[in-house]
């Protein structure tokens, strides 16, 4: 609850317009999808925020982190609200402060490739202006939401998606930053270079920090020129193994812009989003499939795009190869973006809710274990009688999962939290990471010691204190174990 | 639909966000961008509602406006990669506002006026007096179901039609007990007047089965077609339910050479560039926009597009009643499409659907654009008269 007083200034700082204390609106800012499914079998999660505000400027920012900590108000800054980790959540309450005012491109400057941008800019509305600036560039992290998150919110989480194997994650795009630290403390990172080893890289500390250390005001991101084409090889593939091993050899062979593989239910959920966007383009339900992407000169992507397909063929498990150009190649992309959200149509609706299992949604394995880590995942899921699904982005060994609980009680909660721990056991026995692109928020944090080790942990709460003494800044996420997110009561 | 069944549909909505937020969706606030105003944060408000035993999300004046300013366009379900059907999970929530008393004034009087005079706009004339008298047909098998915008506000569309029968030779007849379709009702949370208010129509369609009725509203198609299905149970499985553009696609050599007057028409009549709008309720949510295309291509019409077509189309900003609740927001969206009729260059509207016309032709007046409105209906009508 927020002293009406205190209300009253933050009102004078973005205008009577811009702040909401209305139930409804903090309800809409107050959930993701677990914790609204959570919300309604347990009481524990149901989260509110006590205040929305839209800042419209860096000064406004920085008069509301200055009363915060004045205050101790919590600050929970939020971009498109699209992540999956819960990192947006006000799980103590506060202030959720939202960018969708702060949302101007400053500068395109073609001289040295880097455009300025307000943090809530849409990645989709600076990728327009990109491919319609002179010969046309574009940055090409390209997060499976890239029609709808902001600019803020990828470096908050360090995003990235199908093309990180060739093009790497947000990180590597983010020349530098304006940002306004939890000190209240006005700091630029990094230069306006590529490259510079001049000090701690403060920069990279920042890109993924998910809003706990400070709030990024304005952002000067690197572009790159647009490919002259893009084409895709498409084929169906018997095993799940025998894809997995077949990635392997393509990037043996070339370093494409993606390599993903998605398996059966994943192409009905792909079926189901094409045909409203294309009725004419059905594909084959198979165990799995393995997408393609190469972008590059025409010459070369043909000739890597015949070599690959020459390679599918040369394959006895795999069948129906085709090179996608044009229209089929955007749509079939398109498709598998939406392939997360469609994906939740395996549940049949009733009146309970189901909740995805969210710490199995992003893991990452070294590519000699992917196929052990699908394998295992799916035995564990068949021994709860669970629909399951396995897609992923092969080329850089992270592989996506979804699967839903049926939620009745607040004992189907604690059953939840146990798989949970149980698939997060298998991916660090293996090796890998319980987030490799959707970021920790509070459905992964608890895991963070056993991925990275308690005295890591421990290291990353005392930077966090030099940024944030007060914590202020979106609390409970990722330095601390909160009772939320270990699914425990 | 059963609670039950769109309480299932709500756990499909992931919050995802891929909804549209910007004028795909017509009640998103561009100004001020709040969650609340697009698809994500009503389904969310929904939600709320529907846990909600201190009442204060049911009892809140901003649950109305939002939940109500939706015109029920069906753009986010189509967007959505899940296929949620958003609309619906809103109708669920505009039915909790409705038991708790908490829906728009303006909706009070719709509901009022379908009760006492079995129309929304409260006419208590049966309809215009010009219709011609009907009455010989009483053995005809087909039906012909104008509306209650057809009959009461834009009675043109249902001269025209009936004309366009006569030329035909279709024998048709209206129905007697003919009353307000009630789609209105279900989108405005009143589902449980529906059976009541059409119980007498639906009961004469019954007693003499007809081969097809016949709709010029894609609005009230809709409501025989689904709502009535899912609501009443009733499923007319004797009886083909048509847009007029449906049930003329085969038959337009019949109403004569009429693209050999398309230039006259277009020199005296009608002022190019015509551009076709798609209604919601026909292209998106009845997936009728491939036979007013064909009728177009027929009589060698010259029509542009707009930028989205089709099911993708953009809402015209009536619909499910929020031309009546909030009459700004649904001139807003109007513009925004005016706009686009603008920069696209052309200067006539041509559609099928009444309330779409409706609505265009009364924000083109008061704003005053060069720009006409005119039904298919309407202008095949015209070119007839030019033979």
């Known amino acids: 609850m927020i002293e009406p007083s205190i209300k009253a200034k933050l009102k004078t700082i973005v205008g009577d317009k811009y702040l909401s204390d209305d139930p409804v609106e903090l309800y809409c800012y107050s959930h993701d999808l677990v914790s609204r499914a959570l919300s309604w079998v347990d009481d524990n999660y149901r989260i509110m925020a006590d205040l929305v505000v839209k800042p419209d400027n860096a000064d406004q920012v920085k008069s509301i982190i200055d009363l915060a900590n004045e205050e101790s108000l919590k600050i929970i800054p939020r971009g498109a609200g699209t992540s999956y980790g819960g990192q947006f959540l006000p799980i103590e309450g506060g202030v959720v402060l939202d960018f969708s005012r702060m949302n101007h491109i400053i500068k395109i400057d073609t001289e040295d490739n880097y455009a300025i941008v307000e943090p809530g800019v849409l990645y989709k509305d600076l990728g327009k202006v990109l491919r319609n600036t002179g010969r046309g560039y574009w940055i090409p992290c390209n997060p499976g939401s890239a029609d709808v998150c902001t600019i803020g919110g990828m470096i908050a989480n360090d995003a990235s998606g199908e093309s990180a194997i060739k093009y790497g994650t947000t990180k590597d795009y983010v020349l530098n930053l304006k940002t306004i630290l939890g000190t209240g403390q006005k700091v630029q990172l990094g230069r306006q270079v590529k490259k510079t080893v001049a000090g701690l890289d403060l920069l990279s500390l920042f890109v993924g920090s998910e809003g706990t250390l400070g709030v990024i005001t304005e952002a000067a991101l690197e572009f790159l020129p647009l490919p002259e084409s893009f084409v895709t090889i498409l084929g169906y593939f018997d095993s799940i193994e025998v894809a997995v091993q077949i990635a392997k050899e393509i990037k043996e062979m070339i370093i494409p812009m993606s390599i993903e593989m998605v398996d059966q239910l994943v192409l009905s959920g792909m079926n189901s989003y094409l045909s409203r966007l294309t009725p004419k383009m059905v594909l084959k339900i198979a165990k799995a499939a393995i997408l393609v992407r190469l972008d590059g000169d025409e010459k070369t992507t043909s000739d890597y795009a015949n070599r690959i397909k020459n390679l599918f063929s040369r394959n006895q498990h795999a069948s129906d190869i085709k090179i996608l150009r044009g229209l089929e190649h955007e749509y079939i992309w398109k498709a598998r973006d939406g392939a997360g959200p469609s994906l939740l149509r395996i549940r049949r609706p009733e009146k309970n809710p189901s909740s995805l299992i969210p710490a199995i949604l992003d893991f990452s394995v070294p590519y000699s274990k992917i196929y052990n880590l699908m394998e295992q995942f799916g035995e564990i899921m068949r021994s709860h009688n669970l629909i399951f699904t396995r897609m992923g982005h092969l080329g850089d060994g992270n592989v996506h999962f979804i699967s839903t609980v049926t939620l009745k009680s607040k004992a189907d909660v604690q059953k939840m939290g146990d798989l949970q721990e149980q698939l997060v056991t298998l991916a660090t026995s293996l090796g890998g990471s319980v987030s490799a692109e959707h970021g920790c928020g509070i459905w992964k944090a608890p895991y963070l010691g056993t991925v990275l080790g308690e005295e890591v942990v421990e290291l990353m709460g005392k930077i966090k204190s030099i940024f944030d003494p007060n914590n202020i800044l979106n609390p409970g996420k990722m330095y601390s174990i909160n009772k939320l997110a270990i699914f425990s009561n | ?387």
């Open chain 2, 1 to 387: 639909m059963r609670e039950k069944q769109l309480l299932g549909i709500i756990w499909k909505c992931n919050l995802c966000g891929f909804c549209p937020k910007d004028m795909e969706c017509p009640g998103y606030d561009e100004d001020t961008r709040w969650e609340s105003s697009f698809a994500r944060g009503k389904v969310s408000i929904v939600h709320a509602i529907m846990q909600d035993p201190d009442l204060r999300f049911q009892n809140s004046e901003l649950a109305k406006e939002r939940l109500f300013s939706c015109t029920g366009c069906g753009h986010c379900e189509y967007i959505c990669p899940s296929g949620v059907d958003v609309p619906s999970i809103i109708y669920l929530g505009k039915k909790k506002l409705v038991e708790a008393d908490n829906y728009p004034e303006a909706h009070k009087k719709i509901v009022e006026n379908i009760k006492n005079h079995g129309n929304p706009f409260g006419e208590t004339q049966p309809r215009d007096a010009s219709w011609p008298n009907l009455k010989g047909n009483v053995n005809a098998d087909s039906i012909y179901y104008p509306g209650c915008m057809a009959i009461y506000r834009i009675p043109e569309i249902a001269l025209h039609t009936l004309k366009l029968f006569e030329k035909l030779g279709e024998n048709i007849k209206v129905l007697k007990n003919e009353t307000c379709c009630s789609g209105i009702l279900y989108r405005t949370g009143h589902n449980e007047l529906l059976y009541d208010l059409t119980n007498s129509m639906l009961n004469e369609i019954r007693e003499n089965i007809p081969k097809q009725i016949i709709f010029t509203c894609p609005g009230c198609l809709t409501a025989f077609k689904e709502i009535y299905k899912s609501e009443l149970k009733e499923k007319f499985e004797d009886t083909k339910l048509l847009h007029f553009s449906e049930y003329l696609v085969d038959k337009i050599s019949k109403l004569g050479d009429l693209k050999s007057k398309i230039n006259e028409l277009l020199k005296t009549t009608i002022k190019g560039p015509i551009i076709w709008h798609d209604p919601c309720h026909l292209a998106r949510g009845l997936g009728i926009y491939n036979e007013p295309r064909a009728i177009l291509d027929a009589i060698q019409l010259p029509y542009a597009e707009f930028n989205q077509t089709k099911e993708d189309s953009n809402c015209c900003g009536s619909g499910s009643g929020v031309r009546s609740a909030y009459p700004e927001l649904a001139e807003k969206t109007t513009i925004q499409r005016l706009e686009e009729v603008k920069e696209l260059g052309a200067h006539t509207i041509l559609t099928a659907c009444p309330f779409c016309e409706y609505q265009y032709k009364s924000v083109v007046e008061k704003n005053r654009y060069d720009i006409n409105v005119i039904d298919l209906n309407n202008l095949l009508s015209e070119l007839i008269s030019l033979l």
